[in-house]
């Protein structure tokens, strides 16, 4: 049956169904708006559960020992870019400690651009979890190595933080002497922990790095990567993936030396970096010390004397 309204006025039909369009469109937009407001909180408790399993993870991986966190780094996307992020972090702060927090960027600028690395003891404790004491875990100094000709811009740059130099050894009074041509300290923020910058004899910053007498201190760091050496396996062209796990299977060549890409001061770095080490092309004399004293090492020996390889 027709709607007699409609019939007898269809003006006051029209109105009556723009009456219908107006409530229909404000009770869309409020489902729309109330749409909106449910995504956003269930994307807020997202965000905030992510957050929160990303601070347990790194609560969990600080912990870890280096050959547990690069097989963690190989399960995902996620776990590398954790792995990553926290090597990072480790760095960064060791750096701040020593040069101030709003020193560090210039620090790995110049890093990049004159080619050097760190190395020494500073290495290990970003490479290894705190023990007992936070503090203990901070290395004695910042060790820089620096390739010939690039001493400038760093002697400019802590000069103008007010860190003086506090020494300075040519080459030939340098333990690693075959190697440097000088070795300097300078202050730091730090109250008796220098920083430490030993020039090489040539354009390679692996001479005098490698020319430790442990194996604790055989690692050294890019502007993009961190890599980890061994004397001995260095001498016949070996390197091994990490200081926990040190299998004879896992250096059998230079192709698998061990390195991890921290991504620089920005993140911003590839993997393969912008300084390059090369590892076959390089002579170097060796300074081995008496033995390996990594207890991983499969060279390690209480009382077994290495060798030492002019070459």
């Known amino acids: 049956m027709s709607d007699p309204l409609y019939l007898s006025d269809p003006m006051a039909n029209s109105q009556a169904h723009k009456k219908i369009k107006a409530k229909r469109k404000v009770q869309r937009a409020r489902a729309d708006r109330q749409y909106e407001l449910r995504s956003a909180a269930a994307h807020t408790q997202s965000s905030v559960f992510l957050a929160c399993n990303k601070i347990i993870l790194y609560h969990f991986l600080e912990a870890c020992t280096l050959a ?84 400038r811009p760093w002697h400019d740059f802590l000069l103008s933080l007010g860190l003086h130099c506090r020494s300075f050894q040519p080459g030939i009074a340098h333990p690693y002497k075959a190697v440097t041509s000088s070795h300097v300290e300078y202050d730091s923020k730090l109250e008796g922990c220098p920083i430490s910058i030993t020039e090489s004899a040539n354009l390679c910053v692996l001479s005098p790095a490698t020319a430790a007498a442990t194996t604790l201190g055989m690692c050294v760091a890019t502007c993009s990567n961190m890599y980890i050496f061994y004397p001995e396996l260095m001498f016949q062209r070996r390197a091994l993936k990490a200081y926990y796990q040190p299998t004879v299977q896992s250096c059998i060549t230079m192709d698998t030396r061990g390195y991890l890409c921290w991504g620089g001061y920005g993140d911003q770095m590839r993997d393969n970096g912008t300084v390059g080490i090369p590892f076959t092309d390089v002579s170097i004399k060796w300074r081995l010390g008496i033995r390996c004293s990594n207890h991983h090492c499969p060279w390690f020996s209480d009382n077994h004397p290495w060798f030492t390889a002019d070459n």
């Open 68 to 151: 547990t966190l690069i097989t963690l780094s190989h399960t995902s996307h996620l776990f590398r870019t954790l792995v990553k992020t926290l090597h990072r972090l480790r760095l960064i702060r060791i750096v701040e400690q020593f040069l101030g927090t709003y020193n560090v960027e210039t620090f790995f600028i110049i890093l990049e651009q004159t080619g050097s690395a760190i190395g020494g003891s500073t290495l290990p404790c970003v490479l290894a979890p705190p023990i007992d004491d936070v503090d203990d875990w901070m290395p004695s100094n910042l060790n820089l190595f620096i390739p010939r000709g690039q001493s």
